[in-house]
């Protein structure tokens, strides 16, 4: 005899849901607490630690807004694809390539007004995301090749480039013998609205085109539906290829966005670990989000007070 037996609802109303929802919120909580007390820790001073350390003084605050505004533009990338069903795992090597164009176009055309050259270098930084995922989208589409484990390899030879060019060619000469790439010039570096780089900027722009475009547009549409069913979108007459390719470099282009802004406001030049474990933390806000955007833009800024809240907990 089963004593319990687990079941998924499909017909709960958007009251039902968020009343379960809080309720699984809660209860993490208190499951979290108990294994503090189990530890022999305060849990209340710790979850006011992590509160404090990340919404504590208007430092703090800005250094949540840092951490969350990568998060945020990747999860809306990661969306984009999980959608339509299409397991993105590649973040992590599309920041990096977004990155890596970024910095081609900062240490070569240093002599740039610099609204143009962070134009110049977003528009490449996403350019080269996007084809970074254009190259396992179009083997998804012609060859029906596993994007999962193609996306995931693609992180690695990614960053395993970009560690070629700092130990090799891009290294810079004037760095007395240490592995780095040279630090970019001052056109080449964001700047600050309200104490924070202008990334949060981007980050609410981000939010809103892909709320249009999701809701709004033929292509999120098309997008929804082929994530529903392949042959309900065969039977539409959707180019279910061309769905993929183009909303794979959407995807990607946003990813490659968020390279661009780390090497731009945050280490003011490429190192092969600019990506942060973003591209993997994405999946988990995106599916938190329930691949909404708006809901996007939250559920980021909560796990931003989380990794903030814990970094400066950790040192008192």
């Known amino acids: 005899m089963n004593l319990l037996k687990i079941t998924k609802r499909d017909n709960l109303n958007k009251k039902q849901e968020l009343l379960i929802r809080i309720l699984a919120i809660v ?83 240093g002599d740039m007004p610099k609204p143009l050259m962070l134009l110049l270098m977003a528009v490449a930084s996403m350019i080269a995301g996007g084809f970074w995922a254009f190259i396992p989208a179009i083997f998804k589409a012609k060859m029906g090749t596993n994007e999962t484990i193609f996306t995931l390899m693609m992180n690695y030879i990614a960053i395993k480039f970009v560690t070629y060019l700092q130990y090799g060619p891009w290294m810079d000469p004037n760095a007395n013998g240490f592995p780095k790439i040279a630090p970019f010039p001052e056109n080449a570096i964001l700047p600050s609205v309200f104490g924070v780089h202008a990334g949060w900027i981007m980050a ?24 529903e069913s392949f042959e309900t979108a065969r039977y539409a007459g959707m180019n279910i290829n061309k769905i993929i390719i ?22 003011k030049t490429l190192v092969a670990g600019i990506s942060c474990g973003y591209g993997f933390t994405a999946i988990i806000t995106a599916w938190l989000a329930r691949l909404n955007a708006v809901a996007t833009l939250f559920a980021c800024l909560a796990f931003a007070m989380l990794i903030q809240g814990a970094l400066i907990s950790s040192w008192l």
């Open 204 to 227: 609410i722009m981000c939010t809103a085109f892909i709320y249009f475009l999701m809701k709004y547009t033929k292509l999120g549409y098309e997008i929804t539906v082929v994530g």
């Open 27 to 109: 209860l993490s909580i208190v499951c979290s607490g108990l294994i503090l007390v189990i530890f022999g820790l305060d849990p209340v001073s710790i979850f006011r630690a992590i509160i404090d350390g990340s919404l504590g003084t208007d430092l703090r605050i800005q250094q949540t807004i840092i951490k969350a505004v990568p998060l945020i533009i990747t999860s809306l990338g990661i969306l984009v694809a999980f959608k339509m069903k299409f397991w993105n795992i590649g973040g992590e090597g599309q920041i990096v390539m977004g990155a890596l164009a970024a910095t081609f176009v900062a240490l070569n055309f």
């Open 246 to 267: 183009v909303a794979m470099m959407i995807s990607g282009g946003l990813c490659g966005l968020v390279g661009m802004i780390q090497a731009s406001a945050i280490e």
